[in-house]
Nanobody
Framework: QVQLVESGGGLVQAGDSLRLSCAAS????????MAWFRQAPGKEREFVAR????????YYADSVKGRFTISRDNAKKLVYLQMNSLKPEDTAVYYC?????????????????WGQGTQVTVSS
């Protein structure tokens, strides 16, 4: 099992940058692919980014491609989401999630472990 705790959210202005962190506990962190999802009020949870176990492969939603970067440090059991050029439509609660499966998936229901979320608010 793995427990996840997000941090780094806050209130920023459009165009600003923010870096989210996700700290994992458990001995097999490198055995999980990791992802970030987000959920805005009244909307479904949506995929943002995913990184493979080794960090060698990354995937992004079209809405954040070129602006967000996902990375991980397996020695420190941390996953990051660097968010640049933030827009008001990026406002949401951001969740870290872990997946032990082999197949690359982007559906939140297929991720078995979740953090509690961190709020990101981007003002115009």
């Amino acid at each position: 099992q793995v427990q996840l705790v997000e941090s780094g959210g806050g209130l920023v202005q459009a165009g600003d940058s923010l870096r989210l962190s996700c700290a994992a506990s458990g001995r097999t962190f490198s055995g999980y692919a990791m992802a970030w999802f987000r959920q805005a009020p009244g909307k479904e949870r949506e995929f943002v980014a995913r990184i493979s176990r080794s960090g060698g492969s990354t995937y992004y939603a079209d809405s954040v491609k070129g602006r967000f970067t996902i990375s991980r440090d397996n020695a420190k059991k941390l996953v990051y989401l660097q968010m640049n050029s933030l827009k008001p439509e990026d406002t949401a609660v951001y969740y870290c999630a872990a997946d032990r499966g082999i197949v690359v998936v982007f559906t939140p229901e297929l991720y078995g472990y979740w953090g509690q979320g961190t709020q990101v608010t981007v003002s115009s």
